[in-house]
């Protein structure tokens, strides 16, 4: 069974610009959230998305957003970049919410000049 | 907001020790996960526990919750350098998978 992928695996973009992470879950996963993984803050929660409806959202400004399409697929989206966007952006998927266990993506490394 | 705090962040062992790894919070969690996270992949989910009091344990792990559900703690026995990664604990709520995570507690066991 294949894993999480996450598409690109590393990206360079600079200040100002916008991007966009894509991920495929597990096959018959139907949660999909995003976290952003910093040295100084951790591991982070952005969005829980499931049946295609955002379910949770974290903390971060509106410049973050996602969208899950009708096949589990995700995308997340962060315009005008900034240089704390700097970070590993996880993706991670889960067959029912409110379970806790999730299975991760390898990430998506962005680096913001 | 609901806080997890590991401890300790950093440890370096000889191979064959025992260690703890402690994870608290001041907020109860409805359920308390522990993942592994290697360098250039994601994390991976060692254990999940649910109940207050409870202790699962896997080969060398031995994994406990606390009480009242708001601390957690991982016990490795006779710790391999396979071992060696990056250790995170994670409550969940009452919000899906919305997850809190501790800072991580980074493990070396040298050979």
């Known amino acids: 069974k294949a894993g999480v992928t996450q598409t690109p695996r590393y990206l360079i973009k600079t200040r100002g610009q916008q991007v966009t992470l894509s991920c495929s879950p597990i096959?018959?996963?139907?949660?999909v959230s995003w976290y952003q993984q910093t040295p100084g803050q951790g591991l982070q929660f952005l969005f829980e998305?499931?049946?295609?409806?955002?379910?949770n959202k974290g903390n971060f400004p509106g410049r973050f957003s996602g969208r899950q399409f009708s096949n589990s697929r995700s995308e997340m989206n962060v315009s005008t970049l900034e240089l704390g966007d700097s970070a590993l952006y996880l993706c991670?998927?889960?067959?029912?919410?409110?379970?806790?266990?999730?299975?991760f993506g390898e990430g998506s490394r962005l680096t913001v000049l | 907001t609901q806080l997890l705090e590991q401890s300790p962040q950093f440890l370096s062992i000889q191979e064959g020790e025992n260690l703890t790894v402690y994870c608290n919070s001041s907020s109860v969690f409805s359920s308390l996960q522990w993942y592994r996270q290697e360098p250039g992949e994601g994390p991976v989910l060692l254990v999940t526990v649910v109940t207050g009091g409870e202790v699962k344990k896997l080969k060398r792990l031995t994994f406990q919750f606390g009480d009242a559900r708001k601390d957690s703690s991982l016990h490795i026995t006779a710790a391999q350098p396979g071992d060696t990664g990056l250790y995170l604990c994670?409550?969940?709520?009452?919000?899906?998978?919305?997850?809190?995570f501790g800072g991580g507690t980074r493990l070396m066991v040298k050979p």
């Open positions: 998305y499931f049946s295609e409806t955002q379910r």
């Open positions: 994670a409550g969940a709520g009452n919000a899906g998978n919305m997850l809190t």
């Open positions: 096959s018959g996963h139907r949660s």
């Open positions: 991670a998927s889960s067959p029912l919410s409110y379970t806790g266990e999730l299975f």
